[in-house]
């Protein structure tokens, strides 16, 4: 199982509408990778910082899935910020659900994204939240 890193974590927030799991450096422009999704549709849209433009390769627990993502210059870091839309119950997003982590497949690197033991509910609201 992979181990979370002190200071990194899946964060959550909400408002009726909309909401967001990112995973990053809380309270800091440090952000890796997010989701974000409207209330109960079920869709979600995923983004990614990268060096360069590429697809969006996601993995958890062995399921994989690769979106053909959209790249726009970063306003935040050196490189892109990548964007693609995605159905919540795909089964890479089923066994992060489940997990708790997901990887980010690139460039022959794999990168993780572990929640902690005390924030894997956060994973779960999101997923709610979508429906």
Known sequence: MPRPVAGYDWFYHADTAEAQLVFGLEASDDVQMGLSCAAG??????FAIAD???D???ESGGDTER???SA??????????LTAGAKADLPVFLR????????????GRRDMF??????MANVERFFDFCG
């Open 41 to 46: 549709t079920g869709k979600l849209d995923i």
């Open 96 to 107: 992060f659900r489940r997990l708790g982590w997901m990887a980010s497949l690139h460039d």
């Open 67 to 69: 979106f053909k993502a």
């Open 72 to 81: 726009e210059p970063s306003e935040l870091h050196d490189g892109s910020t």
């Open 56 to 58: 969006i390769h996601l």
């Open 52 to 54: 360069a433009p590429r």
């Open 114 to 119: 572990v929640a902690h033991p005390t924030t």
